[in-house]
């Protein structure tokens, strides 16, 4: 099982409604004993409300100051800004991390948006249960 803090849930829908309508991006990193610690809103690169690509020059910053810390990726991180929290095909065919899990944030219901986390690769998508503590 996999618990998110719910200071960095927060942070999330925060950084999710703040890019409404486009959707937003973020990575997520945790510490050694594989516990999430942090939230990094990152820039959506496409700036449209269907697709979201990270930064590439705030990607490698945000990943050297994961290094600097001993963090490790733990989760891509984007919204959906009307749809569920469901992977789509492009977002099965852009996975380029099997080993980090894909956290969707939905806000087709801004009052009560849904995150889920999933593993892709290859296209294959499993859900993973995540609670929110």
Same mark, same amino acid.
């Given at each position: 099982?996999?618990? +998110? ?21 973020? +990575? ?25 690509? +990270? ?17 490790? +990726? ?8 009307? %749809?569920?929290?469901?992977? %789509? ?5 852009? *996975? ?9 944030? %939905? ?9 889920? *986390?999933?593993?892709? %690769? ?12």
């Amino acid at each position: 099982m996999n618990e +998110l803090d719910g200071i960095l849930f927060k942070e999330m829908v925060e950084h999710g409604l703040a890019g409404f309508p486009n959707e937003a991006c973020g +990575l997520v990193a945790a510490n050694g004993e594989g516990r999430a610690v942090r939230f990094f809103p990152m820039r959506n690169a496409d700036a449209s409300p269907v697709t979201y690509r +990270l930064d590439a020059r705030e990607q490698l910053k945000v990943f050297g100051e994961m290094d600097e810390r001993g963090l490790e +990726l733990w989760a891509i991180f984007h919204t959906h800004t009307h %749809s569920e929290a469901y992977p %789509s095909e492009t977002d099965r065919r852009q *996975a380029f991390y099997p080993e980090a899990r894909y956290m969707i944030m %939905s806000l087709a219901d801004r009052e009560n948006p849904v995150l889920r *986390a999933f593993r892709i %690769s290859d296209g294959d998508f499993a859900e993973e249960e995540l609670t929110i503590g």
